[in-house]
């Protein structure tokens, strides 16, 4: 066994690790280019029916939660941007039981490379891209008509939603994925965070029952995705009943979020007892 | 029949064996179940009776859907799975060789996951959600309820006949195509929104209501749901079975000649 590595040179090998597996799933999916298109069309058109859904509830009415269809149109751009980078960048992760059952972590576990990212970069699939490009263009669309009076500070904390909330939902899908580690064919659990978590933050807050948001606020901290850094980039009274300071915090957040998921994940990987012992 | 009896005996007991995944599931729609229910809650208090449906109306759609999600397999699935692997790997032939139906095996098993999705994935996210809102059990005299109950209960039994069908055809095509997942993703998208599951069809532009009501999706999740709302009831209700019926014959002929013409294919790969 070499020397212990810094922490520097242990991130840097990391992330060439994950862009060697990731590089070559991506070669091995573009050989098949027909369907790499379909899947990739396919993937944004599925995400794209819960926009529909908003639209034709938008035909009954003017106001849903008391926010107009440009401003949920804002909060659907903002969730399934953030969720689709995330599950573009560490999505394969929900597989894990799978190569636990069949014992194939076992393989990657005798590489010499981090864990966390072979397993990331696993199957990377490009066409989960198709969620992001869908995303992109219906906030665009919103930023248009919501026309914003863009000031230094509101590029900042868009910017930083788009950061912060990648890396909130990147770290619900790692410690789902270290849940795994005990309960092995149970991935759908991970769905109701992920997926359930980014159709709540499509709507208003206000649409929902106080616990519930409270829950996205002190529980698991979707709030911070998209809901808090949008009451200030929308300039809208607050309906959750928050610090105003919280609509700030998304990188304190989004650093607890990482913190506590990578924590989870050891402990995942420390229990980890190869199938058939 | 015996044959068939027991292929779904046992379809409905490995589904069984699963239970981390089916607690999982089950917390999934419930999930899913809460934050749909607020969404149409929101937009009922602005519009109430929209499309036909009153508050608790519209909020008992939302959990039967959820209830029925998994059942009927409304996002693809189930032994579409199976058969698309078998077909990728080639196992598929040596089903080819067996003296059974295909279809109908296939058929047999999936209505044995269907039964078990039933009992856990539909009943305990139901039975959370009436906890919470106030959804509607069918009502009037012992006989009517007893009417819409078994009415209901067929109305589902057809849409899991129809829905495998339809996945069923959607298989085959990775006879030809090689990779079934572009059809695979087609098919979900059309059933997700044509069958009724995410808002029902009747808020659609309404020439589009109209046509999408008649297609073969309604079947997998409108028309029972109405049922059992009591929407469909006397001529309305035969009509509706008759509907699922007739998709029915049409797609289990339309997968016997789709699967007769399959199996010289693969007679002439394999020669």
Known sequence: MSAPLSPYRRTREALRAYRLVAGMWLRASLAYRASFWITTIGNGVTSLLDFVVIAVMFRHTTTLGGWTLPQVAFLYGTSGLTLGLADLLVGSLDQLGQRVRDGSVDTVLVRPAAALAQLGADRFALRRAGRVVQSLLVLGWSLVELRLDWTVPKLLVMAVLVLCGTVIFGSVFVAGAAFQFFATDAAEVQNSVTYGGATMLQYPPSVFARDLVRGAVYGVPLAFVNWLPALYLLGLPDPIGVPGWFRFASPLAALLCATAAGLAWRAGIRSYRSTGS | ?271
Not at chain 2, 40 to 65: E, N
Not at chain 2, 208 to 235: C, E, K, N, S, Y
């Open chain 2, 1 to 271: 029949m015996r044959l068939y009896a027991a292929v779904a005996r046992s379809s409905f007991r490995r589904y069984a064996g699963y239970r981390a995944a089916t607690w999982a599931g089950v917390l999934t729609n419930t999930v899913f179940g809460f934050f749909i229910a607020y969404t149409y809650q929101a937009l009922w208090q602005v519009r109430p009776h929209l499309g036909g449906y009153d508050l608790s109306a519209a909020l008992t759609y939302v959990w039967l859907g959820q209830a029925l999600l998994m059942p009927v397999a409304a996002m693809g699935g189930g032994v579409q799975d199976d058969i698309e692997a078998r077909i990728v790997n080639g196992d598929i032939a040596v089903d080819l060789y067996r003296p059974v139906d295909q279809q109908v095996w296939w058929l047999a098993a999936d209505l044995g996951r269907s039964c078990y999705h039933l009992l856990s994935r539909g009943i305990v996210p139901m039975l959370v959600g009436s906890l919470f809102f106030h959804l509607r059990m069918p009502a009037g005299g012992p006989a009517t309820q007893a009417l819409t109950w078994a009415g209901a209960l067929l109305s589902v039994g057809l849409a899991v006949v129809v829905s495998f069908l339809l996945r069923y055809l959607a298989a085959l095509t990775g006879f030809w195509l090689m990779d079934p997942r572009g059809v695979r993703q087609v098919t979900v998208v059309l059933g997700m929104f044509f069958s009724g599951f995410l808002l029902p069809l009747s808020l659609l532009p309404t020439a589009l209501a109209a046509v999408a009501q008649h297609l073969p999706w309604a079947a997998m999740v409108q028309i029972p749901l109405d049922v059992f709302l009591q929407r469909r009831t006397g001529a309305a209700l035969a009509a509706g079975l008759l509907l699922q019926l007739g998709w029915a014959g049409v797609l289990l002929g339309a997968g016997q000649l789709l699967q007769r013409a399959v199996v010289r294919k693969v007679v002439v790969q394999g020669g």
